[in-house]
């Protein structure tokens, strides 16, 4: 063999690559077939989709790129990484809305037969940034990726614009050789995608494999790389998005407490797939209903509680707006109804596939006269699973609407998922009422949650509704006096939840000079970031809240033994807001609404700061 095509193989502990094309070009699925393949092959990752919310931009257009950012690890990582070390550019739009992004030095591999004129106008490029001088700090790779392509499947008879849309294959299969990843299960994957289609499965495969044996051959290539599995705690792991991790934890609710599950929904993004995930588990006796709008979403799902179900909605936040009337049924009825909130960028449309933080006074607060609800969330992807059993548990155990906040980005990003036994789970209790000696439909029990009679069960018939109730009687009440109870029993109901959930728990010194406060999707980031300042020799201690109202009832107590609290959210402050609210306490903000999620760099550069530091140091 030719001493010039031998290849350096490098053991690396962690690399953070970005797919970026155009929305037709394939890059999400590229990115996720990578995604799987590297959780099979056994590291930690995280993973950030990010792609326009045209259906289909205009092709070549700067507003119509498409990417998917993955990091992947040899040891536990938190994020998908604030700089990419490789980019895969599939046009000249591509490269031009990620280079800010990229390290210096970092490799771009770039399709060189899409910088024609037309398309470096369509990214507003003045020149060829290949030729000029523009990508001189980097390492460039220029692959002719839709020749090789066609080359590849010179003899199928597909036309040009089938032949051409397999060539995000091709650059997969570089980056699987590239970063030694085996090709054999996206081959696998394939024969079940297209088995209805042979020239396609045909065409897909050939590439995927002339991409690897491109890498291998090729002189471009002098160095290939080695990331090893990562040391994770033994046992069975799945790659699971936010979404399908919400779906996988509301049907092992269902199977713990022993109700039919039913989801009555309106597609919105980004929940739409939590939806579509469910629908698959009719098996486990999951009932799915996709509504005409929001309301019937909602109000399907209040009837399925009232019937004896675990009863579930998903939405957004403009959904959820629209289903404040009916949440607000819930709590005068006092269902145990579900509601999932995946935030997304506002108001109103805003940015639909782009993710934020902002809906978190709305949750608490959005909804008219006094109508206190749970509000929880989730701080991971593979965290969505738990609240989701959480939020079921709690909805049934006080008799009450349970709003869950995820938002875009744990909905569509990705990390593995260490999936629990069943039976180390524990169960949802769940007493329906049978007895009808002393029953009164709003009687209380010690959590002040009412009797759960199903509709017909023999003399428990009982009218709910919209209408203010008779205290323990239930029957509608204009009195004044009985309207305050009711306010305050369903206020106390829900302030009663602090005393059943775990206290909030301090990562780091458990007292000191600065404390960091997040909640929700912040978490890696905040993680992260810690641990970059404590190498820079900065200290900072992580409370994380996933219970939002009511907060634990220790809450106080944890702020207090730290001289300055630090938060850090995706919206102007709106946890800050109410920190400052509840306990007056002074917290210092530190707020981002561009429809991403944190950099790390971000949040480490505001500790060093806080701590009197420069940033950089």
């Known amino acids: 063999m030719a001493q010039e095509t031998e290849k350096v193989v490098r053991d690396i502990d962690e690399v953070t690559i970005r ?20 959780a099979i092959v056994g590291n930690d990752l995280s993973t950030l989709p990010d792609f326009p919310a045209e259906i289909r931009a205009p092709a070549g257009s700067l507003s119509g790129v498409s990417g998917f950012q993955l990091h992947f690890s040899s040891s536990d990582i938190q994020t998908p990484g604030d700089s990419p070390d490789v980019l895969v550019a599939m046009n000249p739009a591509a490269l031009k809305v990620n280079l800010r992004d990229l390290k210096t030095n970092a490799t771009i591999i ?22 000029d001088g523009t990508l001189a700090k980097y390492n460039v790779i220029p692959i002719p990726l839709t020749q090789l392509t066609m080359n590849a499947l010179t003899d199928l008879t597909l036309s040009l614009k089938e032949k051409e849309k397999c060539k995000n294959f091709f650059a997969l299969g570089i980056m699987y050789w590239m970063y030694n990843r085996p090709v054999e299960i996206t081959l696998k994957w394939l024969e079940t995608k297209f088995k209805k289609k042979p020239d396609i499965l045909e065409a897909n495969q050939r590439v995927l494999q002339a991409g690897y044996n491109y890498g291998d051959t090729t002189e471009i290539f002098t160095t290939r790389y080695e990331v090893k599995p990562a040391k994770l705690p033994k046992g069975v792991y799945r790659n699971v998005s936010g979404n399908e991790a919400v779906a996988l934890g509301f049907v092992t609710a269902s199977l713990k407490s022993g109700l039919p599950l039913f989801l009555g929904s309106y597609p919105i993004t980004p929940a739409s797939e939590i939806l579509q995930e469910l629908s698959k588990y009719k098996n486990f006796g999951v009932v799915t209903f996709q509504a005409e709008d929001e309301i019937a979403g909602v109000s399907s799902a209040i009837g399925a509680a009232f019937a004896g179900a675990l009863a579930l909605t998903t939405t957004s936040g403009p959904g959820l707006s629209l289903k404040t009337e009916a949440i607000g049924l819930a709590v005068m009825t006092e269902l145990p109804l579900v509601v999932v909130d995946v935030q997304r960028g506002g108001p109103s449309t805003g940015l639909p596939t782009k993710t934020e933080q902002a809906d978190l006074m709305q949750a608490i607060y959005g909804r008219h006269g006094e109508a206190p609800a749970v509000v929880l969330c989730a701080q ?14 709690i909805a049934v155990k006080f008799m009450t609407p349970v709003l869950l ?28 009422r049978t007895e009808v000696e002393g029953f009164y439909p709003y009687l209380r029990d010690e959590n002040l949650s009412r009797p759960w009679a199903i509709p017909g069960t023999p003399g428990l018939e009982h009218r709910i509704g919209g209408l203010e109730k008779k205290d323990v009687y239930g029957n509608i009440s204009y009195e004044p006096e009985n309207h305050d109870i009711m306010i305050h029993k369903r206020k106390e109901k829900v302030e009663k939840v602090k005393f059943d959930v775990p206290e909030l728990e301090v990562e780091g010194d458990q007292e000191g000079e600065l404390l960091i406060l997040g909640w929700g999707s912040t978490y890696g ?21 996933r219970y939002l109202n009511p907060m634990p009832k220790n809450t106080l107590d944890v702020l207090k033994r730290f001289k300055k609290v630090l938060i850090p959210e995706l919206n102007l402050g709106q946890l800050a807001a109410l920190i400052k609210t509840q306990f007056l306490i002074d917290v210092i903000q530190l707020n981002k609404v561009m429809g991403q999620p944190f950099k790390i760099l971000e949040i480490e550069n505001k500790i060093i700061e806080v701590l009197g530091g420069k940033n950089g140091k």
Do not use: W
């Open 110 to 131: 770039v399709n060189t037969d899409s910088f024609d004129t037309k398309n470096l106008k369509l990214a507003k490029f003045d020149s060829n940034p290949l030729e």
């Open 405 to 432: 906040l995820t938002d875009g980005y744990l909905a569509f990003g990705s990390e593995p998922l260490k999936i629990p036994k069943f039976e180390e789970l524990s169960d949802i209790p769940v007493k329906f």
């Open 380 to 393: 991971s992807p593979a965290d969505c699973f738990y609240m989701a059993i959480e939020a079921a548990r």
């Open 525 to 545: 980031s905040i993680t992260e970031a810690i641990q970059h300042a404590k190498a820079k020799g900065y200290k900072a201690s992580h409370a994380h809240l």
């Open 19 to 38: 797919f970026a094309g155009d929305s037709g070009d394939g890059m999400q699925l590229t990115g996720s077939q990578f995604t799987d393949t590297t």
